[in-house]
């Protein structure tokens, strides 16, 4: 999941993206509105994360904007501000969920969930393909029933793959998905991280399309 995080206060945005990049997501952060504004018109993010008081422009200006090119993107609001008008504004502005500071980490973690679910078309938060299951709420995979233990990254790049069983997803996409600024990326890193991952859980439902990308699902005819 590649999060952007829009919040002014370094402590708050220093910590959170931390916390969010150890649970597997490639997080990204802007301090002001108009950073938002600009990075949110010329990059694809799976949710946002929205403070409203932000220096430049408020958040609620960076919300209608993006509601008003189209943009479907979930985003949740995340601000001290917890009067029933500003969560009413918020709401009705575009955001698909709103939440006040502080907050436990743990609900923020399972609001995002929930969100990105429910917007790609899934009632249940389990993920199976074949006998693999992944589960993005307690971070467990198993293969046949059997527990199987995975890094970070590779959780992650599992994730990306079975939330779309059988759609080829492309390096870049995968990397997006993977890497937030700033972070050091390998050229060969999905690669890697592909091998790791049919040494644990076996090669016959997780394939590679020269020239093209990876899949999770059983092996096309071809």
């Known amino acids: 999941m590649r999060v952007l995080l829009v919040e002014d206060d370094r402590m708050i945005g220093e910590s959170l993206r931390e916390a969010l990049r150890q649970h597997g997501m490639a997080a990204d952060w802007v301090r002001d509105g108009r950073a938002a504004d600009a990075v ?85 938060t389990v993920l199976e393909v074949g006998d693999l299951r992944l589960d993005p709420a307690t971070r467990e995979v198993s293969r046949g029933g059997r527990p199987v233990l995975l890094s970070a990254r590779e959780f992650a790049l599992l994730q990306a793959l079975m939330e779309r069983p059988g759609a080829i997803v492309s390096r870049a996409q995968l990397e997006d998905r993977l890497y937030g600024w700033g972070e050091e990326l390998e050229s060969n890193a999905i690669s890697v991280y592909m091998h790791q991952l049919r040494r644990k859980l076996g090669d016959d439902l997780l394939h590679t399309v020269r020239g093209l990308g990876y899949y999770a699902g059983p092996a096309k005819d071809r």
Do not use: H, N, W
């Open 40 to 124: 949110l018109a010329s990059e694809r993010f799976d949710a946002v994360l929205l403070d409203l008081g932000l220096p430049e422009r408020d958040g609620l200006q960076v919300l209608a904007s993006l509601r008003a090119r189209g943009d479907t993107t979930p985003v949740i609001v995340v601000t001290a501000r917890d009067a029933l008008a500003d969560k009413v504004a918020g709401l009705d502005t575009g955001a698909d969920d709103y939440l006040v500071k502080p907050f436990e980490l743990d609900e923020l973690l399972a609001r995002l969930r929930a969100l990105v679910r429910r917007q790609g078309g899934r009632a249940s």
